[in-house]
């Protein structure tokens, strides 16, 4: 039987893929084998746009266990034990339904960690929406918030911390990055390998139904006024079996009778059974027919399609076949074999016998299409760089201006959301949500790992090679903040459609910004994932890579917050002082305007002042530490007193007399709120401050006391003049409600 | 003395009790799978936080039923020590160890955070080396732990001084915004007539340490072993 036109470009191929379909096959395909090659070939699963990019980034280090093409990425913390980690993104799904596209995001990542064969002990999030006051867009954020809520608390691992922003260009595309982190003795790590014929396969966990067939190839399509009608293609969550699978899985590693193992995520039993064959250089047969089902009727096609969670395919030793079983059987789960691994090197899947598809697996992944897509700087650019201050409304009030800003969504406590995530489950949580990078210790040992998930959108816009520097900085330096040697990095790119060269411009442009900042600050990436196609109606949301960068804390009662602990401490600004207002948050909410330059990281000194914390931490020279972003220093000093410990502070801050954008009528302002990366405010015993400066001045990171704390209001002074001042209790009120307000107000209206 | 941690599936903050338990306080503490039929000698019972059987069908309702549940209630009625924490708590209101129900959070969203807690009684295994009107600063990790019983039960818990911990502010006051979750009465925790069983949401065991944002939940866990020390002693 002839499979129709039609039918291929409903798979999204091209005539050119279809051709090299054909020549891999050498006929024309089954519509198995055509399911097969279109989920295994889209963007989701083959990266055929940017695996080209993704090369450029440094990948080996010392550390680096487990670079990227594994489930996860693995460094070395000492003491044999590594690190597993991973970002991953699951934004298409959770626009069209927010809970269990969140949800399962969640368990995809989770599972991604525990295949590993580590033990997952944290979750970080990175969430993007349109603007707050669209209903809309806060039913969105309650759904996905509840979703990562509801999956991670019922499995028992404490979601730490993460980040949320608000531009109105996520409307209609929000991001929901999901990170994982796990702990495995280094000799334990397992791999998503099918090898030694003869060995059997098996399936393992939840059933497979007709949910989330094209899940893959959905993420890799615009939306349209149509998306809606999609909600079939996404799956539901069911965290309960995941935690039967997570718990018996690690049990049945330790056996030693497992050969490999794979999570089944995107594109489900398709591409578990290919890709682990394909790692083994093996052949893999199953029989569709054994694998359990909770619908019926379904087709071999929808059987190797089907998304549903809380599935894992493995691969035993022949002859332990008892062990395995009765491990799965312990936890009330069935172990079901369904084929064997072959020494043919053919993808061959049966129905009751009878083969539906034969695919040579190697061709399937090493001949996926691969794209040098054209490139093109947005015209866009060249306006919006521009930003003439002369041609702006003066600026309010200081005062006013500084409390608005606490009071933005971005900047303000998120607490609404964290506290709806069990953060402490496990025991682990040194660093509360909220106070600066997570922090988890690792029991048995001294040490503690640290982590951060960091990204600007408005930064990528403005420049995205910039952008992808200062988010590899930032993330970086959130972690050194917290003491912790940063050692390993993960990033998620989140761009729009790939195939209109501006937007593959900026997806190349900021993987370069990316691949320099990780080698300069020796942070390299072990892996990671890529989400083309975020637009609705042809509106690209802003480029937007996020970077999670892990850190190890070589001894856990070094750790640091961002809260300023008690009066009496002097404040010290390290870093330059000068700040700018491209692409500021002020610039944002005061002037509704994304305009001008992110201010640019200069590497070298980025380090030096990230090694300078470290030692500082290590030493027990600074008690605090806090990363200068969002809303300039004013905000940064006005976190640092705020939430656990309330303490006032009394601050000049020197006049930004280098910046570029230089307009006298602002010169408070970019005092106060212009934002630029490597500036870090810490606080210091009186006894501690000349050793800090001094070893400042060798490592050349400006440091200058601008300060001291104390008192129940906070003081600001720019070269001496005094020109803002909030009581503790008025910070609080602003930054503690800006995000919550949003939510509980609305309540009371609609109760 | 031995602590036993019964693991049902689902069970998330049985590594919680055990690490406070065996790490932090120095105890024996073993794992007690629910398909067990047998306490394995211990001298107290934790039944720990988590989601059994993924909270489905109503938290608590499915784990009364596994086999060790049997052991456990025959532990209680002898006079065993037995706490159950959280999602314990709410298995051991299922089993009928303890009178009540929890339900949603009145603002219906799971809440973490540190709260705080009155010691109402300090006659109980759990509480004795409390001082009445203690206040404890605890984390709660819940999203149904909104205490709910009929008004005469809640009459008698009262008059037979079985309300063991109370929300309350830092200062020890009762007030509605000291309250997370909407629970009648205040009520964190309660025990049975015979004082032996208590049931409580906030969870002491991961609050044994500073590093951890407090360590009030020792004196709960200490009490007990004491309490067996004591009693060893005479």
Partial sequence: ????????????????????????????????????????????????????????????????????????????????????????????????????????????????????????????????????????????????????????????????????????????????????????????????????????????????????????????????????????????????????????????????????????????????????????????????????????????????????????????????????????????????????????????????????????????????????????????????????????????????????????????????????????????????????????????????LVFSLDGNGRHCFLDPAEGGRLAVAEAARNVACAGAVPIGATNCLNFGNPERPEIMWQFSQAVDGIAEACRALDVPITGGNVSLYNETDGQAIYPTPVLGVVGVLDDVTHVLTRVFPEPDLEIVLLGDPAGGLGGSEYLKQAHGLVRGAPAPVDLDR????????????????????????????????????????????QVDLPESVESVERDDRFGVVQALFGEAPSRVVVSVATGQRERLLSRARERAVPAVVIGRTGGDRIRLAVAGEQVADIGLDEAEQAWGQGLTRHFETVASREA | MKFAVIEFPGSNCDHDAYHATKHVLGQQAEFVWHKETDLRGADVVVLPGGFSYGDYLRTGAIARFSPVMACVCEFAHAGGPVIGICNGFQVLLEVGLLEGALLRNNRLKFLCEHIHVRVEQTDTPFTSGAVAGQVLTLPIAHGEGNFHASPETLVALEANRQVVFRYCAADGAQTDAANPNGSAHAIAGVCNVERNVVGLMPHPERACESMLGSADGRVVLESVINTFASAGAA
């Avoid at chain 1, 500082?616 to 640092?640: K, M, N």
Wanted: proline residues 5%; hydrophobic residues 40%; charged residues 25%.
């Fill in chain 1, 1 to 448: 039987m002839s499979i129709h036109q039609t039918t291929i470009d409903a798979h999204g191929f091209s005539p050119e893929e279809y051709q090299r379909l054909l020549e891999i096959l050498g006929r024309e395909p089954t519509i198995t084998e055509l399911g097969i090659f279109s989920v295994m070939w889209s963007e989701h699963c083959s990266y055929k746009s940017s695996r080209l990019h993704l090369r450029r980034f440094p990948t080996d280090g010392p550390r680096v266990v487990q670079g990227p093409g594994e489930n996860a990425g693995a460094v070395d913390i000492g003491d044999g034990i590594t690190a597993v980690f991973k970002i991953e993104s699951h934004n298409h799904p959770s626009f069209i339904e927010p809970y269990q596209g969140a949800a399962t995001g969640v368990g995809g990542i989770i599972r991604d960690i525990f295949t590993m064969g580590a033990r997952p002990i944290a979750l970080l999030n990175s969430l993007r929406f349109g603007e707050l006051d669209n209903p809309a867009t806060r039913r969105l954020v309650d759904g996905v918030v509840a979703g990562i809520a509801g999956y991670g608390n019922s499995i028992g691992i404490p979601t730490v911390g993460g980040e949320i922003a608000f531009e109105p260009g996520y409307a209609g595309n929000p991001l929901v990055n999901v990170f994982c982190l796990g702990v495995a003795k280094a000799d334990a790590l397992a791999m998503g390998v099918a090898s030694g014929a003869g060995n059997p396969v098996y399936y393992v966990g939840a059933k497979t139904g007709r949910d989330g067939i094209h899940g893959a190839t959905m993420a890799s399509a615009e939306f349209d006024e149509h998306s809606a009608d999609k909600r079939p293609a996404v799956q539901v969550g069911d965290p309960f079996m995941e935690k039967l699978l997570l718990e018996a899985c690690l049990e049945v590693m330790r056996t030693d009778a497992l050969v490999g193992i794979q999570d089944m995520g995107a594109a489900g039993l398709t591409c578990s059974t290919s890709e682990m064959g394909a790692r083994g250089d093996s052949g893999i047969e199953i029989d569709v027919s054994l694998v359990p089902q909770r619908e019926t009727g379904m087709t071999p096609y929808e059987i190797m399609l089907s998304e549903s969670q809380e599935r894992m395919l493995l691969v035993a030793r022949r002859g332990r076949e008892a062990e395995v079983e009765q491990v799965f059987e312990k936890w009330d789960l069935h172990a079901v074999r369904i084929g064997e691994v072959t020494g043919d090197g053919l993808l061959r899947i049966r129905d009751q016998g009878q083969v539906v598809a034969e695919i040579p697996n190697r061709p399937l992944a090493d001949r996926a299409p691969l794209y040098d897509r054209p490139t093109m700087r947005p015209a866009y650019l060249d306006d919006a760089n521009h930003l003439d201050l002369a041609t702006l409304a003066p600026p309010a009030d200081p005062r006013r201006i500084w409390l608005d800003l606490l009071d933005t969504p971005a900047v303000a406590s998120k607490r609404w959301v964290y506290r709806q995530y069990d953060h402490m489950v496990r025991t682990n949580t040194v660093v509360l949500p909220g106070l600066g990078a997570g922090v988890v210790r690792v029991k048995g040992t001294a040490r503690a």
């Fill in chain 1, 606 to 649: 980025e380090r030096a002042l990230q090694e300078l914390l470290v030692d500082a931490a290590r030493g027990r020279w600074i008690r605090s530490a806090h990363d200068g972003s969002d809303g300039g220093l004013a905000v940064t000093l006005a976190e640092c007193c705020v939430e656990s410990g309330a303490v006032g502070a």
